[in-house]
């Protein structure tokens, strides 16, 4: 059986900068192979993974179409050569391997491509014990049933106010939705003290979150992420590594 991490928030609050520490972390501690998803159009979990994906779920379907127009899945059903295609968009990297969703690149009805897209991640998933899905902002890929059930949801805000409030309309979200997850963690990102906000509380209180971590503002992370480097080459000893592992070492 996988362990399924999902990670969601709103935008620009640092959902791909963990996501892609988490799997660094993962790697590097031997919970391997470990499946990556990127199920955020605007993302870039790829660049902080340091490989690179040329073909997106989206730009297959959109290949997939041209060529079953053409003749040219003759002998597969249309299911089959989807899943085929699909597949074939995976890139395989040391410790871990990728599949990015990509964004939708024609009209129509995107229903049968998330149907095959979940046959697909069920079966590529069943060979991976782990797997790290970087969502867009919300809660639209598991509103999708993409993925049924994750053994962890990880919600992730910055430490203002407002960001706060949202992640709790999140939660309610996830609950009318009808969204299964085993444990909850409330994640309060790029922190400028060592101190959880006073409203991290009331959020734990209202979430019945199984932890809540602060991880603090890193320069070094931020400079790699401008950069475009990998996060594989962050030092153990960095404050948000060492997080990660925490995290790792209590929940996964």
């Known amino acids: 059986m996988s362990y399924i991490v999902a990670v969601t928030g709103k935008g620009g609050v640092g959902k791909t900068t963990f996501s892609g520490l988490l799997i660094n972390r993962l790697v590097a501690q031997g919970k391997i192979p470990v499946l990556a998803i990127d199920a955020d159009p605007n993302s870039c979990l790829d660049a902080a993974l340091g490989v690179t994906i040329e073909k997106t779920v989206g730009s297959v379907r959109e290949e997939a179409k041209v060529e079953a127009q053409k003749g040219m899945s003759t002998g597969l059903s249309k299911q089959d050569f989807m899943e085929m295609r699909i597949s074939e968009s995976l890139v395989e990297a040391e410790g871990f391997d990728m599949i ?28 991976y014990p782990y797997v790290v899905l970087d969502n867009e902002a919300g809660l639209e890929n598991l509103s999708r049933r993409i993925v049924q059930k994750v053994n962890l949801l990880v919600l992730v805000s910055d430490a203002s106010a407002s960001g706060l409030e949202t992640l709790k309309r999140l939660y309610t979200l996830s609950n009318e939705m009808e969204i299964k997850y085993e444990k909850l963690l409330v994640l309060i990102n790029r922190l400028r003290s060592e101190e959880l906000p006073e409203k991290s509380a009331e959020v734990q209180a209202f ?3 199984d932890l809540v971590v602060g991880l603090p503002y890193d320069v070094e992370i931020a400079t790699f992420a401008e950069e475009g480097k990998r996060f594989s080459e962050l030092s153990e000893d960095n404050p948000v590594v060492k997080k990660i592992d925490e995290i790792i070492k209590s929940l996964i």
């Not at 969703?101 to 069943?126: D, H, Q, T, W």
Request: with cysteine.
């Open 100 to 127: 990015s969703m990509g964004r939708p690149e024609g009209a129509g009805c995107y229903c049968f491509a998330n149907n095959v897209l979940k046959a697909v991640i069920a079966k590529l998933s069943s060979q």
């Open 207 to 209: 979430t019945g979150a």
